[in-house]
């Protein structure tokens, strides 16, 4: 069946290092990527996306990474802060009638240490 | 503007008993989702709207789950009864269209005892 999963379900980082989070996806129909952000008691929260026809997208301290040939995203932080701590999702999107279909991996875990 | 609202925030019931959530989605928005997040998990599709019409509801577990739109606008999610595995994070999102995001309420948290 469809899924995206993560390959780590914890990352612990100290405060100001770059931070690395890595998602696999398996549909190949899907043409957007989107990874996002949760803080405890909150819903996720947009930090960037991606198309399928692009390989790499920067945005304010953070880049997103898409490896079409194996199937592989990732999310790069830079200088890794404690408002950083939550849990990243990376989701996988492709049209569905006039809007999108969104599929969510399972989460990884990123604490920043002081 | 405002965001996505939802209420309750949390929810405690005893099993069997009904339980309702409510979605005020960012207005214009004609898209309007539900979805179920289990603890260390990510959110899983129950249904999606567009306008008034369900046009995804293949997750949503229909012998005691129901929803609705009605006018397009607000959704209330319904579960008849409860189940202790019903305990969960319901969230709501909402999107103007193909090519925007999808923007997510804080969610309800349900506890069934």
């Known amino acids: 069946g469809e899924s995206v999963g993560l390959h780590l379900p914890t990352l612990s980082v100290q405060e100001g290092d770059n931070s690395i989070i890595n998602c696999a996806y398996s549909?190949?129909?899907?043409?957007?990527f989107i990874w996002y952000k949760q803080e405890s008691g909150k819903g996720p929260q947009f930090i960037i996306d991606?198309?399928?026809?692009?390989d790499k997208r920067q945005g304010q301290r953070v880049t997103v990474l898409l490896n079409k040939t194996v199937k592989h995203l990732s999310l790069q932080i830079a200088a890794t802060q404690p408002g950083d701590s939550a849990v990243y999702f990376c989701?996988?999107?492709?049209?569905?009638?006039?809007?999108?279909?969104?599929?969510f991996g399972s989460g990884t875990q990123l604490t920043v240490l002081p | 503007e405002a965001g996505v609202v939802q209420s309750p925030r949390y929810k405690i019931i005893e099993k069997k008993q009904p339980v309702a959530f409510w979605c005020n989605p960012i207005s214009g928005h004609n898209t309007l989702y539900w979805y179920l997040q289990n603890l260390g998990q990510g959110p899983e599709l129950l249904i999606r709207y567009e306008n008034e019409e369900a046009v995804d509801d293949s997750q949503l577990p229909k012998d005691r789950f129901s929803a609705e739109r009605l006018k397009g606008v607000d959704s209330t999610l319904k579960i008849q009864p409860a189940e202790l595995g019903d305990s969960a994070v319901y969230l709501c999102?909402?999107?103007?269209?193909?090519?925007?995001?999808?923007?997510f309420g804080q969610g309800t948290r349900l506890t069934v005892v």
């Open positions: 999102a909402s999107s103007s269209g193909r090519n925007t995001e999808a923007f």
């Open positions: 991606i198309r399928s026809n692009m």
């Open positions: 989701a996988e999107s492709k049209p569905s009638g006039s809007a999108r279909q969104l599929t």
């Open positions: 549909n190949s129909a899907s043409d957007y």
